[in-house]
């Protein structure tokens, strides 16, 4: 990992970014990803993030926290929280801006438990593939107090393989239609390409049935995302 994405947080932090990073994936072209819109606050956010961050409680775990501002907000509010990114840039962002538990990890290498854990801007993207998706949820499971919750947000991105007629165009043998192929890159530097898994809710419902969760839709965005809750 080349960390091209810490890097160019670090860089507007530091007043030197000159662009934006630009993504695409497998089946979309390239796409704008603005960096201040990584530093934005609890008012600019999206309302299914804002929901999240008002069904928190208790210890909370901010899983690929970024520039932390989900942290940040939930410090303020008198939360403790530990935020965790698999990106060195990422979490010297989260420290410089004054997140109080900040650590290079990926999600199943922590062994700490809490009583919500948050995974945001798409959180089922870290799951990377269908086949992954029990390996996950077990394991955030095992990070769960009693009553304790797991913030989750996802996207049904279906629409994208509808034609004109409402017909679905994909290949049924290529694998689920969630499951795509990420690419970012940042003045000119590539990120290795990388999986992320863009999940329906029933087919995330069906699986945390599978290890014993709960799951609920607790909120709908605007544009076939949803937030879930899911519980003992």
Same mark, same amino acid.
């Given at each position: 990992? =080349?960390?091209?994405?810490?890097k ?5 932090y530091?007043g ?13 072209g390239?796409?704008v990803?603005?960096? $201040?819109y990584?530093f934005r606050?609890?008012? /600019? %956010?999206?309302?299914? $993030? ?10 909370i ?7 932390? *501002?989900? #942290?940040?907000y939930l ?6 929280? /530990? ?12 420290? /410089?801006?004054?997140?109080?538990n900040?650590?290079?990890k990926?999600?199943?290498q922590?062994?700490e438990t809490?009583?919500?854990?948050l995974?945001l %801007?798409?959180?089922?993207g870290i799951? =990377?593939?269908i086949i992954?998706?029990?390996?996950y949820l077990k394991h955030?499971? #095992?990070?769960l107090?009693?009553?304790g919750?797991?913030l ?5 991105? =279906?629409? %994208?393989?509808?034609?004109?007629d409402g017909g679905?165009w ?7 239609y969630?499951?795509?192929d990420?690419?970012l ?5 590539e990120?290795k390409? %990388?999986k ?5 809710f029933?087919t ?5 049935a599978s290890v ?8 709908e965005?605007?544009h ?6 899911? *519980?003992?």
């Open positions: 990992m =080349k960390d091209v994405f810490g160019a947080l670090l860089d507007f530091n030197k970014a000159t662009e934006d990073i630009i993504t695409a994936t497998n089946i979309s390239e796409d990803l603005p960096l $201040e990584l606050n609890f008012n /600019k %956010m999206p309302n299914i $993030e804002q929901k999240a961050l008002n069904l928190c409680k208790g210890k775990l901010d899983v690929g926290c970024g520039s932390g *501002s989900h #942290s940040l410090q303020e509010n008198g939360f403790k929280v /530990k935020a965790i990114d698999i990106s060195k840039g990422a979490i010297k962002v989260c420290k /410089k801006r004054g997140v109080i900040a650590e290079e990926a999600l199943l922590e062994t809490f009583d919500t854990i995974l %801007m798409n959180g089922t799951f =990377k593939t992954a998706i029990t390996t955030l499971k #095992s990070l107090n009693k009553n919750q797991i989750i947000d996802s996207s049904d991105i =279906k629409y %994208m393989f509808e034609d004109e679905f994909q290949d049924l043998n290529s694998g689920y969630g499951e795509l990420y690419f890159k940042y003045k000119g530097e990120e390409p %990388m992320w898994l863009y999940l329906d029933s995330l419902n069906i699986a945390c014993g969760l709960q799951c609920e839709k607790v909120a965005g605007e076939f995302d949803y937030l879930a809750r899911l *519980s003992f």
